[in-house]
């Protein structure tokens, strides 16, 4: 489900190559979802194509600055602690059935927290989550 795209600088042409698709910029800190990537020569791109993943319908975490453990997914729920140093900011895109209608963060010591930004891409079917890392752990849940 990954693109890893190299174009080189010495070659027959100078155009630049365009990958087409829904896909997730991972060189990007903001996990943007584009429906093209154009790559001059000597640039590189690394890309998550949405068209490949395994099992769409099945809420997962598809890009994150963390790890992911205890997941939970059930029909209308999807939960899952999440990891990484402090003093680092998470961006995660995260794949849903539909549209949460409630997403709700919880710090490392249990409390419900508002810090945090959350948007919802309708075309990508993905969501994207950014707060402030805790090696103690984030629990998110995700319901819609």
């Known amino acids: 489900m990954y693109d890893l795209i190299a174009v080189l600088d010495k070659s027959v042409s100078q155009e630049p190559f365009v990958q087409r698709g829904t896909l997730i910029d991972l060189f990007d800190p903001e996990l943007p979802v584009l429906t093209e990537k154009k790559v001059d020569p000597g ?27 205890d997941e939970v997914v059930r029909e209308d729920y999807y939960e899952f602690v999440t990891k990484s140093p402090l003093n680092t900011t ?33 075309k990508s079917s993905t969501s994207r989550l950014k707060f402030e890392n805790h090696p103690g752990g984030i629990k998110v849940q995700i319901s819609w």
Do not use: C, H
């Not at 319908?57 to 992911?68: D, F, G, N, T």
């Open 43 to 69: 640039k590189q791109a690394f890309l998550l194509n949405l068209d490949r993943v395994k099992n769409p319908e099945k809420p997962q975490v598809l890009a994150s600055a963390s790890r992911v453990y």
């Open 90 to 122: 998470n961006v995660m895109r995260i794949l849903t059935p539909g549209k949460p209608g409630n997403v709700t963060v919880i710090d490392q010591n249990g409390t419900e927290t508002e810090e945090f930004e959350w948007e919802w891409d309708e």
